[in-house]
T-cell receptor, first 114, second 114 residues
Framework: DTEVTQTPKHLVMGMTNKKSLKCEQH?????MYWYKQKAKKPPELMFV???????INESVPSRFSPECPNSSLLNLHLHALQPEDSALYLC?????????????FGPGTRLTVT | AQSVTQPDIHITVSEGASLELRCNYS??????LFWYVQSPGQGLQLLLK??????LVQGIKGFEAEFKRSQSSFNLRKPSVHWSDAAEYFC????????????FGSGTRLSIRP
């Protein structure tokens, strides 16, 4: 099984809402990633978790709060977002941290902030 | 600064024709090089990668890429495209093995003419 699942597929939220994105993998991978992808742009790395610990935060605003409750699950908690945060949010996982490990991507959650 | 350039924003080729997508990188040493494909509404899938060794690498779905150090290029090729190859293609670099960050190019959208 080489699948990374993400829920929900689509999410519309207001600027005062609190919501969460969920990502799950059962490949035994120990590194997990959040990316943000704006329309017609490449993905941009947001966070990396390695062995359930936050390893990299690419200076992401605090209105995005990641969480890794266990080795299979990665959440992204959203609060007080802005319309410019509307994007496709991609989760990925890899066997280990480092570019030599292939990253497997989920299909993404398309987020619209109104 | 390190960068990845994909000079072609959009390419249209006829089904059955050959394909070459261009990628140039700017980095002093040989980086880790990747090509990813993203179908509409989907996550990214790794097509192939180059770390060292033979400069012609074979990937999935009949794709290959050639690393040319003298030209700082890593162009993607396919001898005969199929309608299902229509997608967005991203070239990417990883700067060193322990880094988690992959820097993506801006992407090339491939359309297939019947």
């Amino acid at each position: 099984d080489t699948e990374v699942t993400q829920t929900p597929k689509h999410l519309v939220m207001g600027m005062t809402n609190k919501k969460s994105l969920k990502c799950e993998q059962h490949m035994g991978h120990r590194a997990m990633y959040w990316y943000k992808q704006k329309a017609k742009k490449p993905p941009e790395l947001m966070f990396v978790y390695s062995y359930e610990k936050l390893s990299i935060n690419e200076s992401v605003p605090s209105r995005f709060s990641p969480e890794c409750p266990n080795s299979s699950l990665l959440n992204l908690h959203l609060h007080a977002l802005q319309p410019e945060d509307s994007a496709l949010y991609l989760c990925a996982s890899s066997q280990g941290q480092g570019v030599t490990y292939e990253q497997y991507f989920g299909p993404g959650t398309r987020l619209t902030v109104t | 600064a390190q960068s990845v350039t994909q000079p072609d924003i959009h390419i249209t080729v006829s089904e059955g024709a050959s394909l070459e997508l261009r990628c140039n990188y700017s980095y002093g040493a040989t980086p880790y090089l990747f090509w990813y494909v993203q179908s509409p509404g989907q996550g990214l899938q790794l097509l192939l990668k180059y770390f060292s060794g033979d400069t012609l690498v074979q990937g999935i779905k009949g794709f290959e890429a050639e690393f040319k150090r003298s030209q700082s290029s890593f162009n993607l090729r396919k001898p005969s495209v199929h309608w299902s190859d229509a997608a967005e293609y991203f070239c990417a670099v990883g700067l060193y093995s322990s880094a988690s960050k992959i820097i993506f190019g801006s992407g090339t959208r491939l359309s297939i003419r019947p």
